[in-house]
């Protein structure tokens, strides 16, 4: 059965610091994948996704993912967080074959910045 | 840029009531979507539809709920007896005919007392 996981349920970082959050799914056809980011009560906003081609993906905010076939994982990462970065994280992967784009999400990672 | 619209933002309702979230996805998009999150958990699937029919629904997804189309514009979420276990955020999202085009609505809270 298809699964998405993020390991780390929550993270406390300093902000300056470096931040990478883990996802890892399970599904057997070309994975498409998305991190999303949500703030208390609002809605899923896009950071990046991944279909195909280079595997090293730009995104929003100064964030950006990497996609390792070898270990199904699609990595979030940022150089250095702000204190705006505080927020639950969401990796997803569309299901493309029987399921036909249908979103799977992980259950999410919190993020606290410290001063 | 065009926007995935959900209404209301906000719906508190009594315990055994009705309610109707509506969205209006993207003028040329082909597929809609309804998710679900209950508080502080993950976002969960509930139901796809394509050529006006339900393409595939969760377990979740029981006899209360339903999902139309009624005028090719809205789309809309039917619940036709609340309980207090559906108070949750409920997301639509759109997409054109290819996974990159996908856009969720910012969601309406439904609190049910």
């Known amino acids: 059965a298809q699964s998405v996981t993020q390991p780390d349920i929550h993270i406390t970082v300093s902000e300056g610091a470096s931040l990478e959050l883990r996802c890892n799914y399970s599904?057997?056809?070309?994975?498409?994948l998305f991190w999303y980011v949500q703030s208390p009560g609002q809605g899923l906003q896009l950071l990046l996704k991944?279909?195909?081609?280079?595997?090293l993906v730009q995104g929003i905010k100064g964030f950006e993912a990497e996609f390792k076939r070898s270990q199904s994982s699609f990595n979030l990462r940022k150089p250095s967080v702000h204190w705006s970065d505080a927020a639950e994280y969401f990796c997803?992967?569309?299901?493309?074959?029987?399921?036909?784009?249908?979103?799977?999400f992980g259950a999410g990672t919190q993020v606290v910045v410290t001063p | 840029e065009p926007e995935v619209t959900q209404t209301p933002s906000h719906q508190v309702t009594q315990m055994g009531q009705e309610v109707i979230l509506r969205c209006v996805p993207i003028s040329n998009h082909l597929y809609f979507y309804w998710y679900r999150q209950i508080l502080g958990q993950k976002v969960e699937f509930l139901v796809s539809?394509?050529?006006?029919?339900?393409?595939?629904k969760s377990e979740i997804f029981d006899d209360q709920f339903s999902v139309e189309r009624p005028d090719g514009s809205n789309f809309t979420l039917k619940i036709r007896s609340t309980k207090l276990e559906d108070s949750a955020m409920y997301f639509c999202a759109s997409i054109p005919g290819h996974i990159g085009g996908y856009t969720f609505g910012s969601g309406t809270r439904l609190t049910v007392v």
């Open positions: 539809f394509y050529n006006n029919e339900i393409s595939e």
């Open positions: 599904y057997g056809a070309t994975p498409y």
């Open positions: 997803a992967v569309a299901l493309t074959t029987d399921s036909w784009g249908k979103l799977q």
């Open positions: 991944y279909f195909s081609g280079d595997t």
